[in-house]
């Protein structure tokens, strides 16, 4: 199969699957919206962006990690290994601060949402699984098996939220159980894949191994770590400074915002092993030629997602009146889609280049700008400011990015 081939079906598999995933999430946070108004949606947003902030710490790069040493047979049990140790650790960590997490019973991280993130810790294990699978499927480009699993879980879920209150479940707490089933459902069918195309999954550890993963990981894991804060900060300052109504609409704009973010990553999954080809037979040509492209076909798709997406925005007063208040939100998080879009791009080709601290420091000066901005000016003027300073941040990310890769180009300008 081509090279073209291979991309179009990983990205056609990813998308298919996403297309189900997104779909039933999309009618999951509907009906969540509807039955829970701003300040009960507002609530179960605090629930899940909190423990969404230890997902990528269980990440921590370590797929890319294994992508460079999978040559290495050890290095899939390895990481298997490793993943469920991080998994296990972030969930009782998770657990372990929420004594410290400020709150009354009526805002910020009140008695209910303390409860619902001792519930949801457990997808923290749950998500260090899945993208451990994922990185399986990736080595052997069968990101069908993954859209399977996620397929499975959101269908799950979605069930799980339509039939609770006919059998007179209701709250945040029981949609809360029901992420948590689709996790689980998605963790089991992806590990289940996983065994599929390789018959020797199982547990081992091997220092050496180990050593050469974390030391590989340590700068697109500090990235992330980096990324974590800098896509959680304004939930967490919202929460903190703001009524649940607010956190809950522009959780909700920021919740449909996220849907097409995932096209540019699934798209750059199955280019990047094809650019590790490029770079390691010294084909600087097919390099640029193919993140060029990649560009190219990602930036002309966000701006037909942008004018669809402002187009749609109020749509949004059907679902309940308090969420007309997202529009405004919404379409300014859509002003930032193509910039996201672009760089998924130069963030895979800077990993490409191996220029994982000068990524590193791409992501920590934006972050300290998006944290400073949010607690500067979130107290103040809300969702709006919040969204504001997502486009901002996001716009600092790809200029500083691009100006790195013009520099590996043309060192002398």
């Known amino acids: 199969m081509s090279n073209r081939r291979v991309i179009a079906?990983?990205?056609i598999s990813q998308i298919a699957g996403k297309v189900i995933t997104s779909g039933t999430t999309f009618v999951v946070s509907i009906l969540i919206a509807r039955?829970?108004?701003?300040?009960?949606?507002?609530?179960?947003?605090?629930?899940?962006?909190?423990?969404?902030?230890?997902?990528?710490?269980?990440?921590?790069?370590?797929n890319t990690a294994y992508l460079e040493l999978s040559e290495d047979k050890k290095a899939q049990?390895?990481?298997?290994?490793?993943?469920?140790l991080f998994g296990l650790s972030l969930m009782f960590?998770?657990?372990?601060?929420?004594?410290?997490?400020?709150?009354?019973?009526?805002?910020?991280?009140?008695?209910?949402?303390?409860?619902?993130?001792?519930?949801?810790?457990?997808?923290?294990?749950?998500?260090?699984?899945?993208?451990?699978?994922?990185?399986?499927?990736?080595?052997?480009?069968?990101?069908?098996y993954a859209s399977y699993a996620l397929s499975l879980g959101a269908i799950v879920t979605l069930l799980s939220v339509f039939l609770?209150?006919?059998?007179g479940i209701t709250g945040v707490i029981p949609n809360i159980f029901a992420f948590l089933l689709g996790s689980g459902a998605t963790t089991v069918a992806a590990l289940f894949f996983a065994k599929k195309i390789i018959p020797s999954f199982s547990f081992s550890f091997d220092s050496t191994l180990t050593k050469k993963m974390l030391v590989i990981a340590l700068p697109l894991g500090l990235t992330l770590l980096c990324?974590?804060?800098?896509?959680?900060?304004?939930?967490?300052?919202?929460?903190?400074?703001?009524?649940?109504?607010?956190?809950?609409?522009?959780?909700f704009a920021y919740k449909v915002f996220e849907f097409p973010l995932v096209v540019p990553t699934f798209f750059m999954n199955a280019v990047f092993p094809l650019l590790l080809i490029s770079i390691k037979g010294n084909d600087m040509k097919a390099f640029i030629r193919q993140m060029k492209q990649s560009s190219a076909v990602l930036f002309s798709l966000s701006l037909v997602l942008v004018l669809c997406g402002y187009i749609s925005a109020p749509l949004f007063s059907l679902i309940q009146t308090d969420f007309q208040a997202s529009i405004v939100p919404f379409r300014i998080l859509l002003l930032s889609l193509p910039v996201f879009y672009l760089t998924s791009v130069t963030m895979w080709v800077l990993i490409a280049l191996k220029k994982r601290v000068a990524l590193?420091?791409?992501?920590?000066?934006?972050m300290i700008v998006n944290v400073g901005s949010n607690i500067l000016l979130v107290p103040h003027y809300g969702y709006t400011a919040a969204a504001w300073i997502t486009v901002v941040s996001e716009t600092l990310v790809l200029l500083l990015s691009l100006f790195v890769i013009q520099k590996y180009f043309n060192p002398s300008k």
């Open 9 to 11: 079906f990983n990205t």
């Open 35 to 62: 039955t829970l108004g701003a300040s009960g949606y507002g609530d179960f947003t605090k629930i899940t962006t909190f423990v969404a902030f230890f997902y990528l710490f269980a990440d921590f790069g370590l």
């Open 77 to 84: 049990t390895n990481l298997l290994f490793l993943r469920t």
């Open 93 to 144: 960590l998770c657990i372990s601060i929420l004594s410290f997490l400020p709150g009354t019973d009526i805002q910020g991280y009140t008695p209910l949402v303390k409860l619902g993130i001792i519930f949801f810790s457990v997808s923290i294990l749950f998500q260090s699984l899945i993208t451990t699978a994922n990185a399986f499927f990736q080595k052997n480009l069968r990101y069908d």
């Open 164 to 167: 609770f209150p006919y059998l």
């Open 227 to 251: 990324n974590v804060v800098y896509f959680h900060a304004d939930s967490v300052i919202l929460t903190l400074f703001r009524s649940s109504s607010e956190v809950g609409i522009y959780g």
């Open 360 to 366: 590193f420091l791409v992501y920590f000066i934006s």
